[in-house]
């Protein structure tokens, strides 16, 4: 049904707005002259507002490949800004420089501005303007990862820009908003917040936009498995933004059509896109592409198991992901917010004062019948506090031994929850000195047999028979190594310890798909995180245990494991197409199996829970482990 819709809406419409996209964007300004030599005509005469208005100009052209330049001008221009300069052009002022910090990556410089953009918006009343200024800081904390803000500005800018039929604003919101929803994988909010921004397209004839919106239907498809599509709808977008020479866009694109090939298996052709997108980030020293690009080479090298290609990238990608993302940044930017929210309040404030003064004479009337009432029910209840003092007494001590119960129910609880996790921790920590022992200890010692069988056996003189035995010994002993190394990983995935729990997951899959007993598939969110290896070893453990029961039990052709992040928890969605079973009934017996049980245990050891999803007439077997982040 989902794909059906998307078909419908977007399809056949793509096709014909890009028959209609006309012109060329172009560069042109309102005069020929460079920023520098308008900076030098500023020094001779920094109240010319025609001036100004040029050199604005000219930034706001070189806001997204210059940015630092833009950043230089501006501090210039702020020192000296014009005598009567009008609140409009100050505020385009103030956003101008916003959008430079927000290509350079310094958001809570972009931030800061971006308010001061809006404060005199605001008091200017352009519904408009405000429209977009809300719709810039939504991206501020989108591109911080802060979800929760980010969705109240797009849903108050795009509220403001339908109110007022503000077609621009409609488009740009919109597009935001169905790229939120997809990263929250609601894909229906996603498809109608893209289909509104496509339909003003259509009835304004804007097609500037169009490659953006393209490129998120690119993601949406790519979620949902769908990567040839993914790539067609890529292709497109990047047509579109080479035409208009949008070359941060260009650069997003390519990054997105390597990710679809990636997906597809195409590492070739996935390696070319993302090498394009790398230098075009390079050169623009945009570090929000660097980032992306970093992540996309270094899941290309994973995949490849090239571990210092893998390693190279990843220490870029963490130290890019350090820089933006870090918690003295994220401080800033909600410092900032509670400024302007204080300001605001502060003139809220001087407004209620206003309106208390004019209605002093009837809150001093309120107040007056306000005290005779409080006198008379000080009256009534004196009259029913003996009758009552003895049952509230009563009801206290009740009150309090059920709290104190409650108290050493919940301490008994933890007590249990840190011995069984101390357990586990014990138990895993045996293993892998065993793994260790095996690796380092028997491993050596199989060699060094095999190299004496093979002198014998390089020794002449010796009849055939003897000769065929000993080269029989030698490959029994290469067997037993092959064993000895499988055991040491089977008991402690490297990978697990290395990559994580992502990584380990999609290695066991291939494993199982190349014995070609049935079929396995991982998918894994952009965003799942790693957490402390307690977690990650027990998360591994119970995913193992679920796919030993269906191999034994389920008759399945198909296991399809999801992962991803949902408000600080890692959810874990296990399914087979097996026979499957009435969990309910299961669950009641008072003798589970130990398969079960070890998954509960384990599921307590890290304050996770689980949720059974399968239903006995459908067939097959779905569950859904939930584990808190910071569980330990």
Not at 167 to 183: C, E, K
Not at 622 to 628: D, G, N
Request: charged content about 25%; overall charge neutral; some cysteine.
């Amino acid at each position: 049904m989902l794909t059906k819709l998307i078909h419908k809406t977007f399809l056949i419409i793509v096709c014909v707005v890009l028959c209609s996209v006309v012109g060329i964007k172009t560069n042109a300004v309102a005069r020929s002259s460079t920023p520098d030599s308008l900076m030098q005509l500023w020094t001779d005469s920094p109240d010319d507002t025609l001036l100004f208005d040029d050199i604005l100009k000219q930034l706001h052209i070189l806001n997204q490949n210059a940015p630092d330049q833009v950043i230089s001008y501006g501090r210039a221009l702020f020192r000296q800004m014009p005598q009567g300069l009008s609140d409009e052009k100050q505020a385009d002022f103030y956003n101008t420089l916003g959008i430079a910090y927000y290509y350079a990556n310094e958001y809570d410089s972009a931030l800061q501005y971006f308010l001061k953009t809006l404060a005199v918006r605001e008091a200017i009343g352009r519904p408009e303007s405000i429209s977009n200024s809300l719709n810039s800081i939504g991206n501020i904390y989108y591109g911080t990862r802060q979800y929760d803000d980010c969705l109240e500005y797009y849903e108050k800018a795009l509220a403001i820009a339908i109110q007022s039929d503000y077609s621009r604003g409609i488009i740009a919101t919109s597009t935001n908003l169905g790229a939120y929803y997809t990263t929250r994988k609601d894909f229906d909010l996603a498809i109608e917040h893209f289909a509104k921004a496509y339909e003003t397209i259509q009835q304004v004839g804007d097609s500037t936009r169009l490659a953006i919106i393209l490129n998120n239907m690119a993601t949406l498809r790519r979620q949902l498995n769908q990567n040839e599509e993914a790539i067609r709808y890529d292709r497109q977008a990047l047509e579109i933004a080479l035409k208009f020479d949008e070359i941060w866009e260009v650069a997003y694109i390519h990054n997105s059509i390597g990710e679809s090939y990636m997906a597809l298996g195409q590492n070739a052709t996935a390696y070319d896109h993302f090498k394009k997108a790398l230098l075009m980030a390079d050169s623009m020293n945009a570090l929000d592409l660097q980032l992306y690009s970093y992540r996309m080479m270094t899941r290309y090298y994973a995949g490849m198991g090239n571990v210092n290609g893998f390693q190279k990238y990843f220490d870029l990608y963490q130290a890019a992901q350090d820089s933006i993302f870090d918690n003295e940044r994220r401080k800033t930017l909600a410092d900032f917010r509670v400024r302007y929210q204080t300001q605001q309040k502060e003139k809220e404030n001087e407004l209620q004062k206003m309106i208390i003064a004019r209605q002093s004479a009837v809150n001093a009337f309120l107040i007056v019948v306000s005290v005779l009432i409080l006198l008379m029910g000080l009256l009534i209840y004196g009259r029913y506090r003996q009758k009552h003092r003895i049952n509230t007494q009563l009801e206290r001590k009740v009150s309090e031994r059920t709290q104190s119960l409650q108290e050493e129910i919940a301490e008994r609880r933890k007590l249990e929850q840190r011995i069984l996790s101390t357990t586990i921790e014990t138990e895993e920590r045996e293993r892998k000195r065993f793994s260790e022992d095996l690796h380092d200890g028997l491993g050596p010692l199989l060699s060094t047999v095999k190299m004496y069988v093979d002198l014998i056996n390089n020794k002449s003189g010796k009849p055939q028979q003897q000769q065929q035995l000993i080269a029989k010994a030698g490959e029994l002993l290469d067997e037993a190594i092959i064993s000895t190394r499988q055991i040491a990983n089977n008991l402690t995935p490297n990978l697990l310890n290395d990559f994580g729990l992502a990584e380990a997951l999609q290695h066991f899959a291939r494993q199982i798909n190349a014995s070609g007993s049935l079929q396995m598939d991982v998918e894994v969110a952009a965003d799942f995180p790693r957490v402390p290896s307690v977690i990650e070893v027990a998360l591994y453990r119970i995913v193992a245990e679920l796919i030993s029961n269906t191999l034994k039990h389920a008759r399945a052709s198909k296991i399809t494991i999801r992962l991803w992040l949902d408000d600080q928890q890692l959810i874990i969605e296990y399914h087979d197409d097996g026979i499957g079973f009435d969990s309910q009934v299961v669950m009641q017996k008072p003798h589970r199996g130990l398969g079960l049980t070890n998954i509960i245990s384990r599921l307590r050891s890290i304050s996770g829970r689980y949720q059974l999803l399968s239903q006995p007439e459908a067939g097959g077997f779905r569950v859904r482990i939930l584990a808190p982040v910071n569980s330990l």
